[in-house]
């Protein structure tokens, strides 16, 4: 159960990367939430029952500089 006020988002709802950090390991990389998720810098998670959730880094558009002679 979580002890937090107000209460942390459940590892099933649409904003649960929203839940405290309980234990940080920034060395490696990752970090535990409240809800079980565990975080990953690069925005990857592990669910608590073992679903991967890949990645939702933003995709940058790549800028051409093409100069009219």
Do not use: Y
């Amino acid at each position: 159960m979580c002890p937090h006020q107000p209460t942390c988002p459940m590892a099933d709802a649409p904003d649960r990367d929203a839940a405290h950090v309980v234990a940080s390991h920034p060395e490696q990389g990752w970090s535990l939430l409240c809800n079980g998720i565990v975080l990953f810098d690069d925005t990857g998670e592990i669910l608590p029952d073992g679903r991967v959730v890949a990645p939702r880094r933003p995709v940058l558009a790549l800028a051409s500089s093409t100069h009219a002679a």
